[in-house]
């Protein structure tokens, strides 16, 4: 669960309405395999992802961005109940998928740093505050049915 | 150890910081404080609710370390050994402290270069961040 106020809520979900999905997806994602390069292990399947032009162009990291931050909108409409919206995923990434839950913070934290790129001064303190909440709900969801 | 590209991004980035490392500074710890409250133990001397004056001089003082660090790069340990052994001996920040911070730090340089923060720039920043807090806790024991 998120312990979000009323007015971080509503600033979330403004911010969010703004927000290119597709675009902001293969960027977050794109960004996570460039700057933890490490990552790069679950995604052998993709093709290039040697340099960072590779990454950032490639469409594979581009659908699955989008898939990955379409999931993350869905969460943003439940927030009162992530541990429910992310149960089949969280099993997905831990019995088919075997990725270490410490990646989902990762990406969270990307994610934050793109909505910063593209929102400016606009992305105050408060609504990163709000918004790091949200990444640390939703990883923490993701890890709940690990075992 | 940071490739000759790497070294290029963060002087290119530390050219737009330049000069401005007062507001710079206490737009990071505005940051840090709202985004991680707990780190505000380490900070009582800015008092409950910082004011600007003490937020500006704290951040300047943080920012010009990091330019100490940017003019040393291929010598931080040696270059900042005064700060690794205050923070070793006096301050003792947790280390699991200094990913937070470097977040707050890639948010504000986010939000203040927007389309000029390429991906190699964070990379080579967060890369360049983190050998820094290596190297101020690594006096701790």
Not at chain 1, 84 to 102: F, Q, R
Request: charged content about 20%; hydrophobic content about 45%.
């Amino acid at each position: 669960m998120v312990n979000l106020s009323g007015d971080e809520k509503n600033a979330v979900h403004g911010l969010w309405s703004k927000v290119k999905v597709d675009e902001v997806g293969g960027e977050a994602l794109g960004r996570l395999l460039v700057v933890y390069p490490w990552t790069r292990r679950f995604f052998e399947s993709f093709g290039d992802l040697s340099t960072a032009d590779a990454v950032m162009n490639n469409p594979k990291v581009k659908a699955h961005g989008s898939k990955v931050l379409n999931s993350f909108g869905d969460g943003l409409s439940h927030l009162d109940n992530l541990k429910g919206t992310y149960a089949k995923l969280s099993e997905l990434h831990c019995d088919k998928l075997h990725v270490d839950p410490e990646n989902f913070r990762l990406l969270g934290n990307v994610l934050v740093v793109v909505l910063a790129r593209h929102f400016g001064k606009e992305f105050t303190p408060d609504l990163q505050a709000a918004y790091q909440k949200v990444v640390a709900g939703v990883a923490n969801a993701l890890a709940h049915r690990y075992h | 150890m940071l490739s000759a590209q790497e070294r290029a991004h963060i002087a290119q980035v530390w050219d737009l910081i330049a000069g401005h490392e007062a507001p710079f500074g206490a737009e990071l710890l505005l940051r840090l404080f709202a985004v991680y409250p707990n780190t505000k133990t380490y900070f009582k001397h800015l008092g409950d609710c910082p004011d600007e004056v003490l937020l500006l001089n704290h951040g300047q003082r943080m920012l010009e370390a990091v330019g100490v660090a940017v003019r040393h790069v291929d010598n931080l340990r040696a270059a900042l050994s005064p700060l690794a052994d205050l923070h070793a001996h006096v301050l003792r920040v947790d280390p699991t402290n200094f990913p937070l911070l470097i977040q707050c730090f890639q948010v504000v340089l986010a939000s203040h270069l927007q389309d000029e923060f390429t991906v190699e720039m964070q990379a080579a920043w967060d890369k360049f961040l983190t050998g820094i807090a290596v190297v101020l806790t690594e006096k701790y024991r």
